[in-house]
């Protein structure tokens, strides 16, 4: 197909000299010569030192089933799916309200609004924790007016609710930005010719505005997931008492010393993720633009 499209264009530039399938196809190897170096020397060389490093534990490929038998490695997988699910399904409601809203009304400050929505996106996981604890630590912002008006100060932060904030936080600008862009492509006339034949607004809600957003939430609810799977600033800065599949990650291997453990759990987080958005995939088809 490439050197078809490459032969389609130099057929309408024939003042261009005319190159075979030979040269095309060496130039198009060179040129993926650079991606396929990143990924071997990035990705593959990594995860082989990370499989091999479960082979040498004392227990061996054993090592891989320890997150099913254990019960505080599979608590924090379970607990770290059931956050991530949560904080994925509030950012889609919230964003597709907002981002809607921001799409197809006009008003002062609009602009100051988006950005302000889109300002997490560059703030790192550490900075997003130390706002949570601000907002809702033992001198946060709750803290004090709730001390002011019952006398018993309301913290949260240091907790899987605290956790669920920020990982909220900083997911709702990735999440808006494509329910956005998804929602400038609507076609209005649509809605209303919906709306003259009768259809109420809930109708018109689910049978047209929903499935023209549908591609937008189901990429922007995957990178979701994926993120607050994976994430782990965040969690570090509140981790009191949370014990997500990151933190317990991070414990083993640097408190512990346990690197065929730490090693087992990083591959069974990475191939839970992996698992999860390829299922989104198949669901929602190549519309979704979901890269597994």
């Known amino acids: 197909m490439v050197f078809e499209k490459l032969r389609g264009w130099r057929s309408r530039h024939p003042f261009l000299p005319k190159i075979t399938a030979g040269p095309d196809r060496l130039i198009l190897t060179m040129l993926a010569v650079p991606g ?9 060389l990594p995860l082989a030192r990370v499989a091999l490093a479960v082979a040498d534990g004392p227990d061996g490929l054993a090592t891989y089933f320890i997150i099913l038998t254990n019960p505080r490695y599979l ?5 770290t ?5 949560g904080v994925t399904v ?3 409601v919230l964003c597709c309200v907002s981002g809607l809203f921001l799409v197809r009304n006009r008003f002062a400050g609009r602009s100051i609004v988006k950005a302000l929505l889109t300002l997490p996106l560059s703030f790192p996981g550490v900075v997003v924790g130390f706002m949570v604890i601000m907002l809702a630590g033992r001198q946060g912002v709750l803290a004090e007016i709730s001390n002011a008006l019952t006398g018993e100060r309301w913290v949260f932060a240091y907790n899987i609710a605290g956790l669920f904030v920020g990982y909220l936080y900083f997911s709702i600008p990735r999440v808006i930005l494509a329910v956005m862009a998804s929602a400038e492509k609507l076609d209005i006339a649509l809605e209303e010719a919906a709306r003259s034949l009768g259809a109420p607004g809930w109708r018109v809600v689910r049978d047209v505005i ?3 957003l549908m591609p937008g939430l189901i990429s922007s609810g995957a990178i979701c997931f994926a993120t607050a799977m994976g994430a782990f600033g965040t969690a570090f800065t509140l981790a009191t008492e949370i014990n997500v599949l990151p933190m317990v990650i991070y414990t083993e ?27 989104v995939r198949t669901i929602a088809g190549p519309s979704a633009g979901i890269s597994t």
Do not use: D
């Not at 608590?75 to 607990?79: D, T, V």
């Not at 799916?81 to 699910?85: D, I, V």
């Not at 291997?253 to 299922?279: D, E, H, K, P």
């Open 36 to 44: 396929v170096m990143v990924v071997v020397a990035f990705f593959l």
């Open 75 to 79: 608590g924090s997988l379970i607990q």
């Open 81 to 85: 799916l059931a956050m991530s699910a």
């Open 90 to 92: 509030v950012a889609l």
């Open 210 to 212: 929903l499935p023209g």
């Open 253 to 279: 291997f640097t408190l512990n010393a346990n690197t065929a453990v730490a090693a087992s759990l990083s591959i069974a987080l990475g191939l839970m993720t992996w698992a999860c958005l390829a299922a």
